[in-house]
Antibody, heavy 120, light 113 residues
């Protein structure tokens, strides 16, 4: 069964850094794009960014561009979200999700989420 | 960037009755390959989002056939033929086109009357 498990969330001061991990299992990791989606408590979903299947392409929303970096490690079947210069407005639950390359089947597997709190 | 607008934002429903949610895109989501790049997701209370519909009208694996997606171009609708109590939660539409980013709608909260 395909599974994604996020980790690395926690409390960080404004201006600080944090790296989230998303460990994949039960599927061929290298054939999927991986995405990060966040949700401020009580608010809607926001797509943060993605990395393509071989790690050669990434894209992020403007609000995190230049501060967040998405990478992947095929040997560990893990995707990372490195977050720098964190702000209070980055406080959210962060989910990772996958989408297939080739034919598109939606974001069909999601993790359980990891909580990031940016506060002094 | 493409803007996704859902309506209504809140939808009280009666079990056994039909329900529908609208999603409008600021640009056409009809790709040159003939597919509409529009997904629907449901986030049940306390859970991660789950995929319901992809490419406008294709039900994801395990999704009950009471859920259906219709529409093309800029106007889409999620229909529930007969609402069940387990369908409560927040429904989101999303466009999966790198223009350059993907975008969710604001969400529609469905609750039992």
């Amino acid at each position: 069964e395909a599974q994604l498990v996020e980790s690395g969330g926690g409390l960080v001061h404004p201006g600080g850094s944090l790296r989230l991990s998303c460990a994949a299992s039960g599927f061929s990791f290298s054939t999927y794009w991986m995405h990060w989606v966040r949700q401020v408590p009580g608010k809607g979903l926001v797509w943060v960014g993605y990395i393509n299947s071989d790690g050669s392409e990434t894209e992020c929303v403007d609000s995190v561009k230049g501060r967040f970096i998405i990478t992947r490690d095929k040997s560990r079947n893990t995707v990372y979200l490195a977050m720098n210069s964190l702000r209070a407005e980055d406080t959210a639950v962060y989910y990772c999700a996958r989408s297939a390359t080739g034919y598109y089947y939606g974001l069909d597997v999601w993790g359980q989420g990891t909580t990031v709190t940016v506060s002094s | 960037d493409i803007v996704m607008t859902q309506s209504p934002l809140s939808l009280p429903v009666t079990p056994g009755e039909p329900a529908s949610i609208s999603c409008r895109s600021s640009r056409s989501l009809l790709h040159s390959n003939g597919y509409n790049y529009l997904d629907w997701y449901l986030q049940k209370p306390g859970q991660s989002p789950q995929l319901l519909i992809y490419l406008g009208s294709y039900r994801a694996s395990g999704v009950p056939d009471r859920f259906s997606g219709i529409g093309s171009g800029t106007d889409f609708t999620l229909q529930i033929s007969r609402v069940e109590a387990e369908d409560v939660g927040v429904y989101y539409c999303m466009h999966p086109l790198l223009t350059p980013t993907w975008t969710f709608g604001q969400g529609t909260k469905v609750e039992i009357k």
